[in-house]
C-alpha cells in the first residue's frame, strides 16, 4: 500500500507544524503536541522523525546521524525509513544537507543559515530527574523557579569538585527557559549558543517539542567561580589528526588497547580525503 | 508599631467539617504568636490557611511586604505567592524531613534558598552555609553530608538554617519541637528564641505545648473545635486563664 | 589498521532476513491462516484490538503472525498503522445497556433479573492440560432466549440512591487521547481513555496492589457483562443516527465503598472498565485502578502507586515502556565515552588525595 509523503498525513503535519511555529516563538519552552504512533519504537527517534516528517519537502536534502555517525544502525534505519515513504535525497555531508536529524551530536562542521538540525530527545524535561511530578515542573518553568537545578550543580562540586554532567548539560535558552539541548556531550554545547541553524527538538513518547531559533543566547548553566568547561582530549584522531574534534574510544584488540576516532564520521572522512588529496 | 500581618474572620472548612472557623488577629514585626490547642482543634489548619498553603473558605489574610505595600494573599497568583514565600515567609514543618531535601547534603540544603534568588557564586554559597550551619550549632565540617545521616534535633537545625538563611521576615512553624526529646527540645527552642531576637523575625509557632509558648511566645492564642477561645499576653493567659477550656489546658500541665 | 565501522545498512538488510526466515520456522509446516489466529486464538486478538485501539480482527491476526506471537509487539503494529488511518467522525456513546450479552455475572447479588449468564469462560474449567482435544460436543440450545435488554445491576441501586450517580450528558465533550497529548490533572474521561490502552499486565498488577492495601478498596464486582453492542454514528449531511456494525464488548462496573467527604455522603461508589472483545481481566483491573484514581476527586487519602495518576499514567502504555526500556540497546558511545572521561577524572583526583573524604574542592580554603 501507498502511504502520504513522508507517512503522515497533512493534518498530523498541519498540527506539527503550528507546534513548532509556537516553540520557535518561545525559545526553550516545551510545547506539548499531540504526537502519534510512528512505525519505531519509543526512545528510537519518534519525536524527530515527526518533526523531520513535517518538515521534509521533495527537494530536500537528508543527512541523518547517530553518535555522530552516518552508518549507525539506527541513523540507517531512519534514513531508508524517509527514502522509502519520502523519497528524498540523502547524504552524509553534512555541508550539503538542509535537514539533518541527530541523536546525541552535533556535526563538527559549522551550521549555517537555512539549514535545520532536529535532535531526537528522550527526556525533554531537565528537571524531571530532580522533580518527578510534571506539573510542578511545568510551574517551575512558568515561573522561571530554577533554583533546584543549581541545587545538583552545587552537590556535584561539593562531592566531586567539578560539576558532574557530562552530557545533557542543561541550558538556559535566550535567559528564559531552562531546557535539556538533549543527551549531545557538554562539549556539543557551546554550538547552541548563536548557531546560524534553526535547532529542533522533538520528543515523541514525553509528547513536546521546542527549538533554539537562529542566532539564540544559550548559556550552559554553571557558578561565577565554577565557569562551564567542556571535555578535552590529550589525544588526537587517530585516523585524520583532528585536535579540536570529540573522540570516540575505540578497543582494538583482546588486551584491551584501544584509540581514539572523531565521533563524527563525516568530519573525519572530509579531512582525511582533503588531506590525501 | 502597625501590623505585618492581618488575619480576618479566616475559615477553612474540609467539606462539612470545620477546620478553623472566623479567626482574626495581627501579628507585628518582631513578634512571635503562639496558637495553642490540642490535636484537632485547628491550629494546624489554621497556619496552614494563613501560610497560603490552604485556600481559605472564608475570610482574608492580608501582609504587608518590604515595601510597605499591603498583599491580599487570596488574590495572589501562584508566581506571586511562590515569591513570597522564597523571599519574605519560611515555613518550618514539624517533621523535619518534610522540609528538607534529604537526598542533597546539608550544605544544598541551606543554599537553595540562596540560589533561588539567583545567588551563583559556590564558594560564596559555601560561607554562608558553613556560617549558617555554626550558627544552628552544626559543625560546619559536616557541609557535604547528607541529612539522613542526622539526628531528629540536628535535622529540625538544619531546617531552621535552611528557612533563616534567606532572612524572611516572617515564619512559620508548626510544632518545630514535637517530635523531639525532651532535652534536644529545649536546646531547639533556646534556638529559635536567639535568632528570633537577633534577626528581630515575626513569627507564627502551633504548638499543643503550653510550656512552649511561655518561653517564645509574648502573646498566645487558645483554639478549641476550629476557634479561638481566648487570646492575650502569654504570661496573663497561663496565670489567670478566663475561658473554661484554657483553664482545663492550664490545669492539666499543672498538674503533669 | 583500524577502520571505522560500516555497513549498517547491509547488516540491517542481513537481520532482516534472518528474522523472516524465523518467524515462518519449519517451511515444511503450513503458514497459520489469518482466519485461523482470528477463529482460534480470539482472546489474543481481542488483546491486540484493545490496546492497539483499533478494532479490526483481520488486521489484528496479521499483526499477531508477524510479530510471531509477541502480543506487544503486535499491539505496537497496529499502532503505527492506525496512525496512518484517516479519521471520518466519532461513533455516537456506546449503550451496554442494549448489550447482546453472552456472559453476564455479578459479585453483589445471587439473583439478578436476567438471570447470571456464565457464557463462554475458563472460570470452570479445572485447568488441566488436555492432551488429546477431541471436536467440542455441540452447544446445548437454551431453554428460554436471553431477554434483550438487561438492566445494569448498578442501575438496581441507583434506584435506591445508595450509589452515586451520573447523568447521561453530564460531561464535557471528551478530549482525544490519540490527538492530544495528556496533561495533569488528568479528568475521569481522559483517565479511562489512557486506561483502556494501558498494558494488562501493568493493570493487572496495580489492581492487585489496591487489594493489598496500597489503597483504600474495598471492591465489588457489581456486574460484568460481555456481549455485542452495536456502533451508530449520526453523519451530519444525514441527520439522524446509523448503525455501521456491531462490536464484542466486554464491560465491568466494580462497587466501592466510601465513607463519604469532600462534600459526598457516605454511598457505594463506582469504578469503571471497558474493553474490546472478550477481555474480563483488563476490563477488572481497570475498574479498579479507575476507582483508586478517583481519590482526589472524592477526598480520599492518596498515598498509593495506584492512586497517583502521573505514576499510573505515565507508565501504563506497553508501547511507550517497551521502546524506552529496548532504546536502552541503541548505540550511545558518545555518552558513555562523556561519563568515561569523567570517572578517569574522578579516580586521578581519588588517587591523588587518598586520605581526603570527600574530595577537596576548588576555591574552598
Redesign the interface.
Known amino acids: 500500500m501507498n502511504?502520504?509523503f513522508a507517512?503522515?498525513?497533512e493534518d498530523?503535519k498541519r498540527m506539527l507544524r503550528r507546534a513548532l511555529l509556537k516553540a520557535v516563538a518561545i525559545p526553550g519552552y516545551q510545547v506539548?503536541?499531540?504526537?502519534?504512533?510512528?512505525?519505531l519504537?519509543?526512545?528510537?527517534g519518534?519525536g524527530g522523525i515527526q518533526v523531520t516528517a513535517a518538515l521534509l519537502g521533495p527537494d530536500d536534502v537528508l543527512k541523518v546521524i547517530?553518535?555522530?555517525?552516518d552508518?549507525?544502525?539506527?541513523?540507517?534505519?531512519i534514513r531508508?525509513f524517509f527514502a522509502r515513504v519520502a523519497g528524498v535525497a540523502t547524504t552524509e555531508h553534512t555541508a550539503d544537507a538542509t535537514l539533518i536529524q541527530t541523536?546525541?551530536?552535533i556535526p563538527e562542521t559549522s551550521l549555517r543559515e537555512n539549514q535545520i538540525l532536529v535532535f531526537q530527545v528522550?527526556e525533554p524535561e531537565p528537571l524531571r530527574t530532580l522533580e518527578?511530578?510534571?506539573?510542578e515542573t511545568r510551574?517551575l518553568h512558568?515561573?522561571a523557579?530554577?533554583?533546584?537545578m543549581?541545587?545538583?550543580l552545587?552537590?556535584d562540586?561539593?562531592?566531586?569538585?567539578?560539576i558532574?554532567t557530562?552530557?545533557?548539560y542543561p541550558v538556559l535558552v535566550d535567559g528564559r527557559y531552562l531546557t535539556s539541548p538533549s543527551?549531545?556531550?557538554?562539549?556539543d554545547n557551546p554550538k547552541l549558543d548563536q548557531s546560524p541553524a534553526l535547532m529542533l527538538f522533538g520528543a515523541g513518547?514525553e509528547?513536546?517539542l521546542y527549538a533554539i531559533p537562529p542566532y539564540t543566547r544559550v548559556e550552559s548553566l554553571?557558578?561565577?567561580?565554577?565557569p562551564f568547561e567542556i571535555?578535552r582530549?590529550e589525544q588526537q584522531c587517530?585516523?585524520c589528526g583532528a585536535g579540536e574534534s570529540?573522540?570516540?574510544?575505540?578497543i582494538?584488540d583482546d588486551h584491551g588497547k584501544r584509540?581514539f576516532?572523531c565521533?563524527d564520521?563525516d568530519f573525519?572522512g572530509q579531512r582525511r580525503a582533503e588531506a590525501s588529496a | 508599631m502597625s501590623a505585618l500581618l492581618q488575619v480576618r474572620h479566616l475559615s477553612h472548612h474540609y467539606g462539612r467539617r470545620v477546620g478553623c472557623e472566623d479567626v482574626s488577629f495581627d501579628l507585628h514585626a518582631g513578634e512571635l504568636l503562639c496558637i495553642v490547642g490540642e490535636s484537632g482543634s485547628g491550629k494546624s489548619t489554621l497556619l496552614n490557611t494563613v501560610a497560603a498553603q490552604l485556600a481559605p473558605t472564608a475570610g482574608s489574610v492580608r501582609y504587608r511586604q518590604r515595601d510597605g505595600a499591603w498583599l491580599e494573599i487570596a488574590t495572589l497568583n501562584?508566581?506571586d505567592r511562590?515569591?513570597l514565600a522564597?523571599e519574605e515567609w519560611g515555613f518550618v514543618t514539624q517533621n523535619p524531613r518534610d522540609g528538607l531535601?534529604l537526598n542533597?547534603?546539608a550544605?544544598?540544603n541551606v543554599?537553595?534558598?540562596l540560589?533561588?534568588?539567583g545567588v551563583?557564586?559556590?564558594?560564596?554559597?559555601r560561607e554562608i552555609a558553613r556560617g549558617w550551619l555554626e550558627r544552628v550549632e552544626i559543625d560546619p565540617a559536616r557541609?557535604?553530608d547528607a541529612p539522613t545521616g542526622f539526628s531528629g534535633g540536628m535535622q529540625q537545625r538544619l531546617q531552621i538554617a535552611r528557612t533563616l538563611v534567606t532572612q524572611p521576615r516572617l515564619v512559620f512553624m508548626d510544632e518545630p519541637t514535637a517530635g523531639l526529646d525532651v532535652s534536644v527540645q529545649a536546646r531547639i527552642l533556646d534556638l529559635l528564641r536567639r535568632l528570633v531576637n537577633e534577626l528581630g523575625l515575626a513569627a507564627v509557632m502551633v504548638t499543643h505545648d503550653l510550656a512552649v509558648a511561655r518561653l517564645l511566645a509574648a502573646r498566645t492564642m487558645v483554639m478549641q473545635g476550629g476557634r479561638v477561645v481566648e487570646t492575650g499576653l502569654t504570661d496573663q493567659i497561663l496565670d489567670d486563664p478566663q475561658h473554661p477550656y484554657t483553664q482545663l489546658l492550664v490545669s492539666s500541665v499543672l498538674t503533669t | 589498521m583500524?577502520v571505522?565501522?560500516?555497513?549498517?545498512?547491509q547488516?540491517?538488510a542481513r537481520s532482516l532476513e534472518l528474522l523472516a526466515e524465523a518467524r515462518r520456522g519449519d517451511p515444511a509446516l503450513p503458514e497459520l491462516e489469518l482466519a485461523q489466529i482470528r477463529e482460534q486464538l480470539r482472546l489474543g486478538v481481542a488483546r491486540v484490538m484493545q490496546e492497539g485501539s483499533l478494532y479490526d480482527e483481520e488486521l489484528a491476526a496479521l499483526a499477531m503472525r508477524q510479530a510471531a506471537g509477541d502480543m506487544l509487539e503486535a499491539i505496537?503494529l497496529l499502532?503505527?498503522y492506525?496512525?496512518?488511518l484517516?479519521r471520518f467522525g466519532y461513533s455516537l456513546p456506546l449503550d451496554t445497556s442494549s448489550m447482546r450479552v453472552r456472559r453476564r455475572v455479578s459479585g453483589t447479588f445471587k439473583d439478578i433479573p436476567g438471570g447470571q449468564v456464565l457464557g463462554p469462560t475458563y472460570d470452570y474449567t479445572q485447568r488441566l492440560l488436555d492432551f488429546d482435544p477431541t471436536a467440542p460436543a455441540a452447544v446445548t440450545p437454551a431453554t428460554a432466549p436471553l431477554p434483550s435488554q438487561m438492566p445494569r445491576v448498578l442501575d438496581l441501586l441507583d434506584a435506591e440512591a445508595l450509589i452515586e450517580r451520573f447523568a447521561p450528558g453530564d460531561d464535557a465533550e471528551p478530549f482525544d487521547l490519540?490527538?492530544?497529548?495528556?496533561?495533569?490533572?488528568a479528568d475521569r474521561a481522559t483517565r479511562l481513555q489512557n486506561l483502556a490502552r494501558g498494558d494488562e499486565g501493568f493493570l493487572l498488577g496495580m489492581a492487585y496492589s489496591t487489594q493489598r492495601g496500597y489503597a483504600e478498596s474495598h471492591p465489588f464486582a457489581g456486574e460484568i457483562r460481555m456481549g455485542e453492542v452495536d456502533v451508530l454514528v449520526c453523519p451530519e449531511e444525514l441527520g439522524f443516527a446509523i448503525e455501521i456494525g456491531s462490536i464484542t464488548l466486554t464491560e465491568c462496573q466494580m462497587i466501592n465503598q466510601f465513607q463519604g467527604g469532600n462534600g459526598v455522603p457516605p454511598q457505594f461508589t463506582r469504578g469503571y472498565g471497558l474493553s474490546m472483545g472478550e477481555g474480563e481481566r483488563k476490563a477488572m483491573s481497570m475498574a479498579l485502578v479507575d476507582r483508586a484514581l478517583r481519590c482526589d476527586e472524592l477526598g480520599e487519602a492518596s498515598y498509593a502507586p495506584a492512586q497517583n495518576q502521573?505514576f499510573v499514567l505515565?507508565h501504563s502504555d506497553s508501547?511507550?515502556a517497551?521502546?524506552?526500556?529496548?532504546?536502552l540497546k541503541?548505540?550511545?558511545?558518545?555518552?558513555f565515552?562523556?561519563?568515561?572521561?569523567?570517572l578517569r577524572?574522578?579516580a586521578a583526583?581519588q588517587s591523588a588525595t587518598p586520605n581526603e573524604q570527600?574530595?577537596?574542592?576548588?576555591?574552598e580554603q
Open positions: 502511504y502520504n507517512f503522515l498525513d498530523t506539548p503536541f499531540g504526537s502519534r504512533e510512528m512505525p519504537p519509543y526512545g528510537w519518534t547517530d553518535q555522530g555517525a552508518d549507525t544502525t539506527n541513523a540507517v534505519n531508508r541523536r546525541h551530536r528522550p518527578p511530578r510534571e506539573a510551574s512558568a515561573l523557579d530554577y533554583g533546584l543549581h541545587v545538583k552545587y552537590e562540586i561539593a562531592q566531586y569538585g567539578h558532574a557530562s552530557y545533557d543527551p549531545i556531550p557538554k562539549f513518547r509528547k513536546r554553571a557558578f561565577e567561580d565554577h571535555q582530549w587517530e585516523l570529540y573522540l570516540d574510544e575505540v582494538v584509540m576516532v565521533s564520521t573525519c | 501562584e508566581a511562590r515569591r522564597r531535601r542533597v547534603s550544605g544544598a543554599a537553595e534558598r540560589m533561588a534568588l551563583r557564586h559556590y564558594s560564596q554559597l557541609i557535604d | 583500524y571505522a565501522v560500516k555497513g549498517g545498512e547488516a540491517i505496537f499502532r503505527a492506525r496512525t496512518t484517516p490519540t490527538r492530544e497529548p495528556l496533561s495533569f490533572p502521573e505515565s508501547v511507550e517497551s521502546g524506552f526500556v529496548q532504546h541503541l548505540p550511545h558511545y558518545v555518552d565515552q562523556a561519563e568515561l572521561s569523567l577524572t574522578l583526583q570527600p574530595l577537596s574542592t576548588a576555591g
